[in-house]
């Protein structure tokens, strides 16, 4: 059998099967964007493809910081990263993931909002004021963790996505940025571009015909890749030893807008719900003195209100999902 009629297989439900999309490949690398020069293109970009991938928006001084933070808290707190005897089942062969760093670690807070990113994420998600937190965390793909075979999907998905008009801005976005230098035999992210209008990646195959492509992003340390969840994306895996850390941060957007249906009169768009019923906000961003961050940090889940209503109360914390320290 064939490498694409195998990964054809294997979308039609085979599950002996674990390629990793249909095989199709970019020839090239995708287009950069300076995140301080290029914000409205990558924005056009993004709103066009479904992502985009943004150049040097970390600096070598806050790569240094965070890798540290990985070393340290790996030896410090390796139960955190599902590297003790409580290992997260739900991350197995898939690497690393330390969920909630923000909770205990207010040297991070300087990186929910950062100024090379933030201010693209805000732009497509329709302004500063409806930007919303959802989720924070760090993740490895230590050496020699073999392959993981992660097939293509999209993550949270509105389904008026598949008929609204306008589309943007979208519903929730992700940013991911490389620690580490990924190219090529590295574990990358991958998307298929402008798939974020179908239901499934077949559908998107044979729909977008030959301007389907499955595009590898790699990129030095410091680089950041945006992504409107409804794309359909994987981790491509890598070859032999190499590794690969990332830093996660979901977003979600707030407030109600206005837009129109195809075959109605228009119709208002609400908040996209909480992206997951666990994560949680520390109580010094949840309840942050600035209305600014106030606002970011209100889209609260349940867990979360009730860990608030309890005056934050560490026992009602540890009793949550991956809420022990």
Known sequence: MSVVLERQANLSGDPRLAAQGFGKRAPGAPRLFDPRR???????????EGYVVLSEALSADELAFLNAFFDRTQ???????????????HHRNQGLIYSQPLLDHPELDPFVRHPASFPIVAQLLGGEDRARFAEFNFRETPKGAGPGAMNFHHD???????????????????????????????????????SNRYETLKEAYEALGEAYVEVPLYGP??????????????????????????????????????????????????????????????????????????LFFSHWNTAQGEWVASGFDPAVRAAMPRGEQ
């Open 38 to 48: 290029e914000a409205d293109e990558a924005c056009a970009f993004f709103a066009a």
């Open 75 to 89: 030896r410090e707190h390796p139960d955190a990263w599902g590297l003790g005897a409580r290992r997260k089942p």
């Open 156 to 194: 949270a998905v509105r389904e008026d996505r598949l008929v609204r008009t306008p589309y943007m801005p979208c519903d929730w976005l992700c940013a991911i940025h490389y620690l580490t230098d990924t190219g090529p035999g590295t574990p990358c992210f991958a998307v298929v571009p402008r």
């Open 221 to 294: 340390a410091g680089t950041c890749i945006l992504y409107d969840t409804a794309t359909f994306h994987t981790r491509l895996d890598g070859e032999g030893d190499a590794a690969r850390r990332t830093w996660h941060q979901y977003y979600a957007r707030g407030g109600w807008l206005r837009s129109a249906l195809p075959t109605t009169d228009r119709y208002i768009r609400p908040p996209t719900p909480v992206l997951t019923d666990w994560n949680l906000f520390p109580e010094r961003l949840a309840l942050h003195p600035d209305p600014k961050i106030r």
